[in-house]
């Protein structure tokens, strides 16, 4: 099949709009010229859905590719805390557990021991992942501000 063959993806218009491959490259901090490369795929391929949504600085809130999700709050939106891992990584464009460790800043071999079709695990890494923000507990704060300061005092 020759190069001229391929089918660009919906995407090509938008890495054109952006300036071509080498800009859009410089733009996502890629090392040069493999960079490059990497963008020119894309115009094949689509530009990965993790990719779009959390660089927003460089593709904006555009739609114009496969993914539907435009804003980081829009994919957690997409995706369910009861998501398996098989599921988010089909949905952020990853092929294997690697990628997913890399993301969620895991141990490989943590990533790796999750069930493929079993719920995520609630850890913080995953639910930021997600947009879910867990719970903050509020610090104690004391009524009385000099509360610690206080000691009995016994009288002779």
Same mark, same amino acid.
Request: glycine residues 8%; negative net charge.
């Given at each position: %099949?020759?190069s #001229?063959? !391929?089918v %660009?993806? !919906? $995407?090509a =218009?938008l890495?054109d709009a952006l300036g071509?491959?080498?800009d859009?490259?410089?733009s996502?901090?890629? =090392? %040069?010229p !493999?960079?490059t490369?990497r963008?020119q795929n894309?115009k094949? +391929?689509?530009?990965?859905p993790? #990719?779009?949504?959390?660089?927003? $600085?460089v593709?904006?809130? #555009?739609?114009?590719?496969? /993914?539907?999700?435009?804003?980081p709050?829009?994919?957690?939106? @997409?995706?369910d805390c009861?998501?398996s891992k098989?599921? *988010? +990584?089909?949905?952020?464009?990853?092929?294997?557990?690697k990628?997913l460790? #890399?993301?969620l800043?895991?141990?490989?071999a943590?990533?790796?021991?999750?069930?493929e079709e079993?719920?995520?695990?609630?850890?913080?890494e995953v *639910?930021?992942? *997600?947009? &879910?923000?867990?719970? &903050?507990?509020? @610090?104690h &704060?004391p009524?009385d501000?000099d $509360?610690?300061?206080i000691v /009995?005092?016994e009288v002779?």
């Amino acid at each position: %099949m020759n190069s #001229t063959d !391929k089918v %660009m993806h !919906k $995407d090509a =218009e938008l890495i054109d709009a952006l300036g071509g491959p080498a800009d859009v490259a410089r733009s996502l901090g890629f =090392e %040069m010229p !493999k960079g490059t490369q990497r963008v020119q795929n894309w115009k094949y +391929r689509g530009i990965p859905p993790y #990719t779009r949504v959390t660089r927003t $600085d460089v593709f904006g809130g #555009t739609t114009d590719g496969a /993914s539907s999700v435009s804003s980081p709050r829009a994919l957690a939106a @997409e995706l369910d805390c009861r998501i398996s891992k098989r599921a *988010l +990584r089909a949905r952020l464009g990853f092929t294997n557990d690697k990628q997913l460790a #890399t993301v969620l800043g895991l141990p490989l071999a943590q990533v790796e021991g999750w069930e493929e079709e079993r719920a995520l695990p609630a850890l913080p890494e995953v *639910l930021r992942l *997600l947009g &879910v923000q867990p719970a &903050v507990q509020a @610090e104690h &704060v004391p009524a009385d501000p000099d $509360d610690d300061r206080i000691v /009995s005092v016994e009288v002779a």
